[in-house]
């Protein structure tokens, strides 16, 4: 089993800017996909951006520019530095690991954190 811990996201006024950390713990062998979704209500959960390994990201259009994903692999961790940050972008995030134990890694086990609120203010 894989666990992921998020930070909190927070109140920022629109133009602002806001890191969100998302950390995995557990029986870790390997991670092979790291990243951010997000929803908003009545929506569905949709892809903000996503990392294989070292590989280039992948990242929603609306967030082009302005959201950059980065990883530790030494911490196992993923963050998402937002900036220019935008009404819309008023969602809880979800962070999401594909991999994990060595089973995972073999199975491609996705795991989900609990989700952080992140309100961007007009």
């Known amino acids: 089993q894989v666990r992921l811990v998020a930070s909190e996201g927070g109140l920022v006024q629109a133009g602002g800017s806001l890191r969100l950390s998302c950390k995995a713990s557990g029986d870790i062998v390997n991670i092979d996909v790291m990243g951010w979704y997000r929803q908003t209500p009545g929506e569905h959960r949709e892809m903000v951006e996503t990392q294989f390994r070292r590989d280039n990201p992948n990242y929603a259009d609306s967030v082009k520019g302005r959201f950059t994903i980065s990883r530790d692999s030494a911490k196992n961790t993923v963050y998402l530095q937002m900036h220019s940050l935008k009404p819309e972008d008023t969602a809880v995030y979800y962070c999401?690991?594909?991999?994990?134990?060595?089973?995972?890694?073999?199975?491609?086990?996705?795991?989900w954190g609990k989700g952080t609120l992140v309100t961007v203010s007009s």
């Open positions: 999401q690991c594909i991999g994990g134990t060595y089973r995972d890694s073999l199975t491609g086990a996705t795991y």
